[in-house]
């Protein structure tokens, strides 16, 4: 089994905090992916990354930087964080992805206050 | 562009009624599509693919080019179905593009 793992499940942070997202898969998979979900937008895809020190922008990168030093982890990064990027965040990996698609993280829910 | 679209946000059925969650999507070529499920508390998950034509959990999609519409089926929902639904397209590349989700309920 596919493990995905996001270091926190919540996080409480003041506005203006650069915040650190982890996220570590332990099955070797190329791909990983950022997304953020929230109610009535379904899920927006913030940054992914094809190999290790590669980086493509998603749909939404403004205000998010990511870093991917080694294959098995990818980091979310907020420069500095402000009360709309309030969310739940989805790591996500994968291999192949039209033919076998993604295994997700279960998430971390963060609040900037 | 690529899009996808889930018309509806909520949709309450009856436990023994029939379920039919929309997804249309908008690709210019030849999508591969997917239903992702995600039960209370629990992480987003595969539940089926479009091009393994498979029945899971007694779900089916099938993907109609005509129309550009990859519906989730079910003859008779039950109360475990109850979940949020989204669907995924992936072109040629790696990344899927999600909709905005379908939250099914199913009563009793």
């Known amino acids: 089994d596919v493990k995905v793992t996001q270091s926190s499940r919540y996080l409480v942070k003041r506005t203006g905090e650069k915040v650190f997202l982890e996220c570590v898969q332990d099955?070797?998979?190329?791909?990983m992916f950022w997304y953020r979900q929230d109610p009535g937008l379904g899920l927006r895809l913030i940054y992914f990354?094809?190999?290790?020190?590669?980086?493509e922008k998603g749909d939404i990168p403004e205000g998010y930087s990511v870093s991917r030093e080694k294959k098995e982890r990818f980091s979310l990064i907020l420069e500095s964080a402000s009360t709309n990027q309030t969310s739940m965040y989805l790591c996500?990996?994968?291999?192949?992805?039209?033919?076998?698609?993604?295994?997700f993280g279960s998430g971390t829910r963060l609040t900037v206050v | 562009a690529q899009r996808v679209t889930q018309p509806e946000k909520l949709l309450s059925v009856f436990k023994g009624a029939p379920v039919e969650l929309k997804c249309n999507y908008s690709?210019?070529?030849?999508?591969?599509l997917f239903w992702y499920v995600q039960y209370s508390r629990q992480r987003l998950q595969l539940l089926l693919r479009?091009?393994s034509r498979e029945s899971i959990k007694g779900f089916t999609a099938d993907l109609n080019k005509g129309e550009t519409s990859f519906h989730l089926k079910k003859p008779f929902a039950q109360e475990e179905d109850s979940a949020m639904y989204y669907c995924?397209?992936?072109?040629?590349?790696?990344?899927?593009?999600f909709g905005t989700g379908t939250r099914l309920q199913v009563f009793p």
């Open positions: 996500a990996t994968g291999r192949q992805v039209v033919n076998y698609g993604y295994t």
């Open positions: 099955m070797d998979h190329e791909n």
């Open positions: 990354s094809y190999d290790v020190k590669m980086k």
């Open positions: 690709y210019s070529g030849s999508p591969e």
């Open positions: 479009h091009i």
């Open positions: 995924a397209l992936s072109g040629r590349t790696d990344k899927l593009i």
